[in-house]
């Protein structure tokens, strides 16, 4: 097989392990109204610790395992542990007793959710970067772009489901999905060579190119990495908390639960364009028009749903801010060149997770319980109040990247 073919089959097999493994990660907010209609109305911000505990293990496991994790195990190995887990979370969830279990899921759900996403799929492809030559960052978006098609078909797929099954039985079709898609993700990607011993690899070190950066401890050390994070994860807890709670709120105005999913799925569906288009944004505007192009839109959507839909809820209005909002998705994107333009490419997969993985699903974590307990504040829930906090957030979120950026230490070690 030839390097060209092993490149193909990488960017291939990570596109259809993310469809998977994001898109089984996106439906807690589906499933939302019917945890509501189990357990209560009342019990929504615990319920909601579900996703809350999934993004902190996220974020554990992004940031301190995932580097140690991948020098040991190669990607294709790790898409069939997030097999494994995926069924360990669909079978806790199909047959809850109490939504204390629910809670418990979460767990499992962001272990799968930390090796099988973003920094996953990037990791996957990275020893084929020289295969594609100046289109590492069309590459890379057309493969986070694959976890915004697993959103959008796994938002719209349970909604459908929901019709004629009881949510329970829905859990396990998704199941069933998810290890599929896995197991074809590990037969399809190739299996890398393993790394040469002895006087051999410090002869081929010697003869391989310096990769311009700074390693991950060098990274750490700089203002830069700070800001960056910290602009992340304020961008992420404004994107998910409007994701997560937007079924709840169209719900809360008339709409029912069956239009409300179809909604995001519409919104996911948008988040597939932005992701794939954050490539081409990024060559064309740089990475000072990529955060511009995420973020205003988000804030416009956010700002629209807080103070104009509360006083009309027409459905074509809803349209209009789910487009808007869904820019938040190219966070994701963010992720990967900001690195490389912060820190270059020598430790990419140290770095990025941190940031593809940690910062941006540590926001996810903290998301569903900031902007949650904003909305429920008060004995009636206030979805406007939550809305405003999320585009408050992402205008700071942005301009601590822009603070990243003037401060590049790539530059200062030129």
Known sequence: MTQNAKAKRAVIGACIALFANMGINSTFSIFLPSFIGEWGADKLATIALSATFGCIVTFICSTFLFAPLLKKLQPRVIFVLC????VIYCLMCSFAPNYWVIVAAGVFGGINLAFGTHAMGVAAITPYFGDFGAKIAKTIALVLASASVGATAFSFVPGALLKSMEWRTVYLVLMAVVVACNIIAFLIIPKAAAPEEGAGAAAAQAEAPEVPGLTKKQALKTPAFALVFAGILLLSISYLGISTYMPSLLTTYGMDQSTASAMQGIMQGVGILFVFIGGTISEKLGIKGLILTTALPLVAGALIYAFVYPNTAVVWLAVICSVLC???????????????????????????PIFSGGAFWGGAALATQVIGRIIAAKEIPNYPNGYLAAAILCVVGMLLLFAALALNPMKKKA
Do not use: E
């Not at 097999?83 to 995926?86: E, H, I, K, W």
């Open 83 to 86: 097999g494994v887990l995926a």
């Open 326 to 352: 869904v820019t938040g998705a190219m966070t994701t994107n963010i992720c990967p060149v900001i690195t490389a333009s912060l820190f270059g490419n020598k430790d990419l997969n140290a770095i990025n």
